[in-house]
């Protein structure tokens, strides 16, 4: 392990990349993301640190009581053996921390290997990684997090773990995670809905995790706009559960199946969200189900 050491630095997704990977730049490290671009920014704030650390399998950034990185596998068929070594690794590094935010990205997220699709066995490792950490307590310990689809053949995974308190929120019209049934895979996806993180000045800041059209445990909607109304309502439902204001810094992001749905999608959100259009990321990708055409996540704080 070898680190550079020096002021503030931050990590920063961008997609729209050549190829997956992490840069290293005097102002930080940006994770490269192969995912096409369609509107808005093309580069995301997730964390800020001021010691950068080099992994075999990634990098890391260290702060004042907070923890980020990148954590980069390849794509081994089956997938599950890759997500287990790569959690059980963050596991390792944050071990004390409490995690706030992970984020997954599966190649061919969709794709069937040895009669199992990729997103399954993905949560079939996540699941063993977590039970081998937590001695079947796991529950606990979900923060909020997304998967989606990534093109190549690395599984990514990046994460933000801290010492200030956490709590994590669960979508009342939506079965838990944790709780899916056996139709969606053997062993279900393990992340909360959304998590709120309060610092030691007592200021909260929310991450919403990745956000789609799913009732109870069930892909609603066949059409496009319908899948849209039911995952805004799904978000409304969340962010007044964490009682995130209204008054308030938003970052989101909008994941895409086809490129053919952006028009409709923004003007949309802009009818909703007109204040904070200009900070939605617009990206093509696969979604963690098959059915789902669309999927959007957030992070907001507080304006000073």
């Known amino acids: 392990m070898s680190y550079i050491c020096e002021s503030r630095k931050s990590l920063v997704f961008r997609c729209d990349d050549d190829r997956v990977g992490i840069h290293v730049t005097d102002e930080g490290l940006i994770?490269?993301?192969?995912?096409p671009w369609l509107s808005g920014p093309k580069s995301q704030l997730l964390a800020y640190g001021s010691e950068m650390s080099r992994l075999d399998h990634g990098w890391i950034l260290k702060g004042r009581g907070v923890l980020s990185g990148v954590l980069i596998g390849k794509s081994r068929a089956p997938i599950r053996e890759e997500s287990r070594r790569l959690y059980r690794s963050i596991f390792s590094l944050t071990r004390g921390l409490n995690c706030y935010r992970v984020w997954n990205f599966v190649p061919d997220i969709n794709a069937v290997v040895d009669q199992i699709e990729n997103y399954q066995s993905f949560n079939s490792g996540r699941h063993q990684a977590f039970v081998d950490e937590f001695d079947g307590i796991?529950?606990?310990n979900i923060s909020a997090a997304s998967a989606v689809g990534i093109k190549g053949d690395a599984l990514v995974i990046a994460f933000v773990a801290g010492r200030d308190r956490v709590d994590h929120f669960e979508n009342p019209l939506q079965v838990a995670a944790a709780k899916y049934p056996e139709i969606y895979g053997?062993?279900?996806?393990?992340?909360?809905?959304?998590?709120k993180i309060t610092n030691e000045q007592g200021t909260p800041y929310w991450h919403l995790s990745g956000t789609a059209s799913i009732r109870v445990s069930d892909t609603i909607g066949r059409d496009f706009m319908s899948q849209l109304e039911i995952t805004l309502e799904n978000i409304s439902r969340m962010l007044g559960t964490m009682n995130v204001p209204l008054q308030r810094y938003a970052a989101?992001?909008?994941?895409l199946r086809d490129r053919k749905y952006l028009s409709a999608c923004k003007k949309r959100l802009n009818e909703i969200y007109p204040d904070e259009i200009e900070q939605m990321v617009f990206v093509e990708t696969?979604?963690?189900?098959?059915d789902l055409l669309l999927e959007i996540e957030a992070f907001f704080y507080i304006k000073s």
């Open 138 to 140: 796991y529950p606990l």
């Open 286 to 290: 696969d979604i963690c189900r098959s």
């Open 186 to 195: 053997k062993n279900p996806p393990l992340f909360a809905r959304g998590s």
């Open 252 to 255: 989101w992001k909008i994941f």
């Open 31 to 35: 994770f490269g993301c192969t995912m």
